[in-house]
């Protein structure tokens, strides 16, 4: 648990950091500005942050549902080995996943003046800038975030439905306080 909590801590740190950096750059200074590169790295690293840490999400789930619902066999199930496995797991998948989206949208032509009037580089306002159609594009953007969003929430939601289960079936009163705490 304390791995995907660090792990946790750690990609919360920077997914913030990858927009607010640049945010507070812009409140500084007397122009708000930000490369072609610089929008296309910033929108790269906090998508990519952010669906690492959905996927974490789902992990820390996945430990509390075997901490809850099977006890005796967590300590053989969940060893050191495995938690690494799964949180590199989650990092490489969530680097992954948005990596052809991104070069897709790269590639699109953008009209003159390019100006978001936005935080953060996303993309909404970078279709908006496009001057060609990409619906293809758009929706392959769209089907992931979906993906990733309902994905993990609908596990995570499964999970914890499991070991609510698995509490309420519990005979005695402390036991069921115990399992809770935990």
């Known amino acids: 648990m304390y791995t995907f909590l660090g792990n946790f801590s750690f990609l919360e740190i920077w997914y913030v950091s990858s927009t607010v950096t640049k945010m507070l750059v812009n409140f500084l200074s007397e122009t708000s500005t930000i490369s072609f ?7 790269y690293l906090f998508f990519s942050l952010v669906t690492s840490e959905c996927f974490l999400l789902a992990v820390m789930a ?4 075997l901490a809850i619902c099977h006890p005796l066999h967590y300590p053989n199930i969940v060893t050191g080995h495995l938690c690494a496995k799964l949180v590199i797991t989650c990092w490489f998948c969530g680097f992954l996943w948005f990596l052809i989206p991104i070069a897709l949208i790269s590639e699109l032509p953008f009209c003159v003046p390019n100006i978001i009037d936005h935080v953060v580089c996303d993309p909404g306002p970078l279709f908006a800038l496009a001057c060609a159609s990409a619906p293809i594009t758009h929706l392959l953007c769209y089907t992931l975030s979906s993906l990733v969003i309902f994905g993990n929430f609908l596990f995570i939601f499964g999970s914890y439905t499991l070991v609510l289960l698995a509490v309420l079936c519990v005979p005695s009163a402390t ?3 115990k399992a809770f705490s935990t």
């Open 37 to 43: 590169t610089g929008c296309f790295l910033q929108f």
């Open 62 to 65: 996945f430990d509390r549902y």
């Open 175 to 177: 036991g069921r306080h």
